[in-house]
């Protein structure tokens, strides 16, 4: 009997907002390992896999944002020893993306397209990004 063991990778270093990436759970074990599991958090996700005694399974992500960054965890066990404990791997996901600034003024008076003096005048600036961006203005 040998004891199950579980390898957990991407197939990207840097993982961008919009970009599609690969999960790959690799399970090995004899007696042959059960369908591993893939989840983040309590999210289950479904694999793809092949192979008996050593099984490769996959999931893909496209078009990802940053509700996908999270710890993934893939486990396993042989399917016929009560004596083998669960393996698992785990692994931290982080979306990133550029910074993105956006920035608004308010409406002008009456449709013009220029400011008088003493016009009320306000500029808001917003800054998205992984990781986080700082500006000044």
């Known amino acids: 009997v040998k004891p ?15 970009s599609s990436f690969t999960l790959t759970c690799v399970v090995e074990g004899y007696p042959q390992p059960e369908t591993p599991t893939l989840r983040r ?9 092949s192979g008996v005694n050593i099984k490769t399974c996959t999931v893909g992500f496209s078009s990802v944002d ?28 982080n979306v990133y993306s550029q910074t993105d600034v956006t920035m608004t003024t308010t409406p002008l008076p ?12 306000t500029i808001t600036c917003s800054v998205e990004g992984v990781p986080r961006s700082s500006f000044t203005f």
């Open 4 to 18: 199950s063991t579980t390898v957990l990778s991407v197939n990207k270093d840097i993982i961008q907002k919009g």
């Open 41 to 49: 958090g309590n999210t289950p996700f479904t694999l793809s896999c």
């Open 66 to 93: 940053y509700s996908v960054s999270g710890q993934y965890t893939c486990s396993t066990k042989n399917t016929i020893s009560s004596q083998d404990k669960p393996s698992s791997a785990t692994l931290q996901i």
């Open 110 to 121: 009456g449709g013009r397209t220029y400011y008088l003096t003493g016009d009320p005048l």
